[in-house]
């Protein structure tokens, strides 16, 4: 008789807001294994482990901001985890989103993070979302509050609607399995990202390949006015002044180069890198993870 599917559990948000340490107190001293997107360097670590007798797999995923790694890597090395499992008929029974409520508003990688997270789950797959703030013992007390009831009555709104549920973690191990416990019985259900890809819709033709788009449209829009307004203003510069409006010119315009070649990866295929990831995963020593 096959042995049962563990509980899947994907952990979200920006960089920086206690997901791995999350991670850690559910399963301490666990075994990791991280998997790199071809050429890549970020990775999406599965971690192992039981939670109340309910074998458990924890997927740590990077964040859209992630220093090491471009937010269209980002996407892709999520978009392949999750299609092979989809393909292997695992779906998530619980996605934990991290917010640090020490955030005094929410804006730039902050909110796109929510936009991008939004975009992956759609909405079907809400019921299974909890949306975790965290580092309340370092702000005041009466701050985070104002903060978390902003969060509920605007940007968590339609997600709270829709079934979302909002949690405090302070740090313990304790609250980390009270955030975890009601998702155990959660039944899998797929989120957006992976219905478009069974569907065979091109990773760039999906909402969060969409979303991203947007986003990297806009970026390149911001460059292309600051080269511009640069230009004006080296019109009237000289000497020392001009150099320094030459230097920031062409950083901008590398910068520019960067998001449209993320663009261009954006619609690139990704069969390669499916397969790659594959072959590493069915490399691990005794099936380790047995949903893929």
Not at 23 to 31: E, F, H, K, R, T
Not at 175 to 201: F, K, M
Request: proline share 4%.
């Amino acid at each position: 008789m096959a042995a049962p599917h563990p509980c899947l559990i994907a952990v979200m948000g920006p960089t920086g807001c206690g997901k791995s340490s999350f991670i850690s107190a559910l399963a301490p001293g666990a075994a990791v294994v991280g998997h790199k997107l071809v050429s890549c360097t970020s990775e999406v670590h599965l971690v192992q482990t039981t939670i109340d007798g309910v074998p458990c797999v924890l997927i740590d995923t990077p964040g859209f901001d992630d220093t090491k790694n471009s937010d269209t890597n980002t996407l892709r090395l999520i978009a392949n985890y999750l299609e092979i499992a989809h393909k292997k008929g695992q779906l998530l029974n619980g996605i934990v989103y991290f917010h640090r409520i020490t955030d005094n508003r929410v804006g730039g990688v902050t909110a796109k993070n929510m936009r991008m997270f939004r975009s992956l789950c759609g909405d079907t797959a809400l019921k299974n979302v909890t949306l975790c703030t965290t580092m309340w013992d370092i702000v005041n007390p009466r701050d985070a509050e104002q903060r978390e009831t902003e969060l509920k009555d605007n940007f968590w709104k339609s997600m709270i609607t829709a079934g979302s549920n909002v949690v405090r973690h302070d740090g313990t191990t304790q609250s980390a399995l009270d955030i975890v416990r009601p998702l155990l019985a959660n039944e899998g259900v797929p989120v957006q990202l992976q219905e478009e890809l069974a569907d065979g819709v091109p990773l760039s033709d999906t909402a969060s390949g969409a979303q991203l788009n947007e986003e990297l449209r806009k970026l390149q829009e911001a460059h292309r006015k600051e080269m511009q307004a640069l230009r004006v203003e080296m019109e009237r510069a000289s000497g020392q002044k001009l150099r320094e409006l030459e230097g920031e010119l062409k950083q901008e315009s590398a910068m520019l180069r960067q998001a449209q070649e993320e663009q261009r990866k954006l619609l690139t295929e990704r069969s390669s890198e499916l397969e790659e990831l594959k072959r590493q995963l069915q490399q691990q020593p005794d099936r380790w993870c047995p949903i893929f």
